[in-house]
């Protein structure tokens, strides 16, 4: 069973960085795809970056040439590198391992399915927080 734990998150000023960290059993994304996630109060958990066991990346829009999504398999951990900070980036960010749904015959999926909330595998963690302030 996959189990994560998430660190890094703090309050900074606007335009400033953080680097969140993922850890635990399954952070290889050698099967799936690992990601994160944030949630902000009163709205809905979203993805924001992910990364495939070909090392490729997808992002959503709104943090794209801000946030970088990285692996070190040899420590089982995922990094999130945030820069650029803004106060819509405020949320609880989590990490997840996600399995997106796949082609019958050939296996191929979808990169962007990997940033659904609803693919993650496993219960959700404790988080992150992260503040960003004006």
């Known amino acids: 069973q996959v189990q994560l734990v998430e660190s890094g998150g703090d309050s900074v000023q606007s335009g400033g960085s953080l680097k969140l960290s993922c850890a635990g059993s399954?952070?290889?994304?050698?099967?799936?795809?690992v990601g994160w996630f944030r949630q902000a109060p009163g709205m809905s958990r979203e993805g924001v970056a992910a990364?495939?066991?070909?090392?490729?990346?997808t992002y959503d829009d709104s943090v794209k040439g801000r946030f970088t999504i990285s692996l070190d398999n040899s420590k089982n951990t995922m990094y999130l590198q945030m820069k650029n900070l803004k106060p819509e980036d405020t949320a609880m960010y989590y990490c997840?391992?996600?399995?997106?749904?796949?082609?019958?015959?050939?296996?191929?999926?979808?990169?962007?399915?990997?940033?659904?909330?609803?693919?993650?595998?496993?219960?959700w963690g404790q988080g992150t927080q992260v503040t960003v302030s004006s």
């Open positions: 399954g952070i290889t994304a050698s099967t799936y795809c």
């Open positions: 997840a391992a996600v399995e997106p749904p796949r082609a019958y015959y050939s296996g191929r999926y979808y990169l962007p399915d990997c940033l659904k909330p609803s693919n993650a595998l496993g219960a």
């Open positions: 990364v495939d066991s070909d090392g490729s990346t």
